[in-house]
């Protein structure tokens, strides 16, 4: 097929469609950032093998890259179909193109505009109801509000009141007045901050970890590793978050002393991303396996990790398979299933609410320990890997978390879902 002239274009439209940063792309695809971006803007020539592993890193057809405008607009109306679940004449889509082309690509853009508010309605749902920081910012407002009412209900309601004394709670009034726009002033910062919260200096320390690992595309390299990082690390702009990731950095140069950035490297091209078939292979964990994948470049793979409890510890998300910002995660989920079972292997072909044109296969893995010995506390984590799927067979419904979750026959549900409130499913 002939590449367009604007396949820069159409990748980067694609990209944004799917809420998709430029080095995470660029790393599944095995390119540089740089390179990606230079593509985008249509100054650089692309060859047909870059286009294939671009397309396999955004899960589209090549086609829809390398075709005209109509190729692209049959595929994102076959997705639109796939996703609304509805009777649409697919098999005539083609057809619908070439007589109202202005009406395909309107639905087409409706479709995108619809996943992007989905996405925006989740990140604010999450924040709204578990973001710890805004719980911090409410209660502050309402400690400042509750000492500028009772100040103020003093000098009303004392009108002899020593002048000094008067002097000194007017100081007060004007301190927690000032303390009460201060907080409010922030309050609106933070909601409006949206994706930039962390430029904000109030992301959380989890989310300070995270952000650094999708700036290098979640890779760390051997090399890395061995100098420690420090100098980035001290970078970050909390001291949880520093702590956090030298505890990372520290568990990731373990795992690469027991499965080598090289080696790794021939053992998966033979084996491919099996973390069970791989941890044999090697003589370790399947949980040392499974965190290797997530941190290797050109492997598109998501992987989250949580603990005891089932508070997610690690999230790097997967293309289709959006993981909640704090916690409360889908019961369902083959990681908690994993989590109460440890040592047995969970593996199942997933398939997200909102997702109906993709499908994971996730590999869910648990273990205990107990670093007190057998006389103190049980410690468990549990770690689920991600992974494409275009397989047959069956598919288990999953969600995101409930609040965002339209599934409305769901056995699981623990709370109505906002959307479905809405009538949105």
Not at 161 to 188: C, I, K, M, Y
Not at 226 to 237: F, P, Q, T
């Amino acid at each position: 097929m002939p590449l367009s002239a604007l396949t820069g274009t159409k990748l980067r439209d694609r990209r944004l469609a799917a809420g998709l940063r430029q080095a995470d792309v660029a790393a599944r695809a095995g390119i540089s950032a740089s390179y990606l971006n230079l593509i985008e803007h249509n100054r650089r020539k692309v060859t047909p093998e870059v286009i294939e592993r671009l397309a396999d890193a955004l899960q589209i057809d090549r086609g829809a890259l390398t075709e005209g405008r109509e190729a692209a607009l049959v595929e994102d109306l076959r997705a639109a179909a796939a996703r609304g679940g509805t009777d649409a004449e697919v098999e005539r889509v083609e057809d619908f193109v070439d007589r109202f082309p202005g009406w395909a690509a309107l639905i087409a853009a409706l479709d995108a505009r619809g996943r992007a508010l989905e996405r925006a309605v989740e990140a604010l749902n999450d924040r709204m109801t578990h973001d710890p920081h805004l719980s911090q910012s409410l209660h502050e407002l309402l400690s400042s509000l509750s000492a500028v009412r009772a100040t103020a209900a003093i000098l009303a309601e004392t009108p002899d009141l020593e002048p000094e004394w008067a002097l000194r709670f007017h100081r007060n009034l004007h301190q927690d007045s000032e303390r009460l726009a201060a907080g409010a002033e922030a309050l609106v910062g933070f909601l409006d901050a949206g994706q930039g919260i962390e430029e904000q200096g109030i992301a959380a320390p989890q989310e300070e970890v995270e952000d650094w690992l999708r700036s290098r595309s979640w890779v760390i390299p051997d090399a890395d590793l061995a100098g420690g990082l420090e100098e980035e690390i001290g970078h970050l702009a909390s001291t949880a978050a520093r702590s956090l990731l030298r505890a990372h950095v520290a568990r990731a140069r373990d795992d690469a002393a027991l499965l080598p950035e090289a080696v790794f490297a021939e053992a998966l091209a033979e084996i491919g991303p099996d973390p069970v078939a791989l941890a044999e292979h090697f003589g370790t964990s399947p949980l040392v396996a499974m965190r290797r994948l997530g941190g290797i470049g050109g492997v598109p793979t998501g992987l989250v990790t949580c603990d005891g409890s089932g508070t997610l510890t690690f999230r790097k998300p997967a293309t289709g398979f959006p993981l909640p910002r704090f916690g409360s995660a889908c019961p369902l989920w083959p990681l908690y299933a994993a989590l109460g079972r440890p040592m047995q292997l969970f593996e199942a072909r997933v398939q997200m609410a909102g997702q109906s044109d993709r499908r994971h296969r996730v590999i869910a893995w648990a273990e205990t320990r107990h670093p007190q010995g057998l006389r103190g506390p049980e410690l468990r984590e549990a770690a689920m890997l991600i992974l494409p799927d275009d397989g047959a067979g069956p598919v288990l419904p999953l969600g995101s978390s409930c609040r965002v979750c339209a599934r409305g026959d769901c056995p699981a549900r623990r709370e109505p879902s906002i959307l479905a409130a809405e009538g949105i499913a």
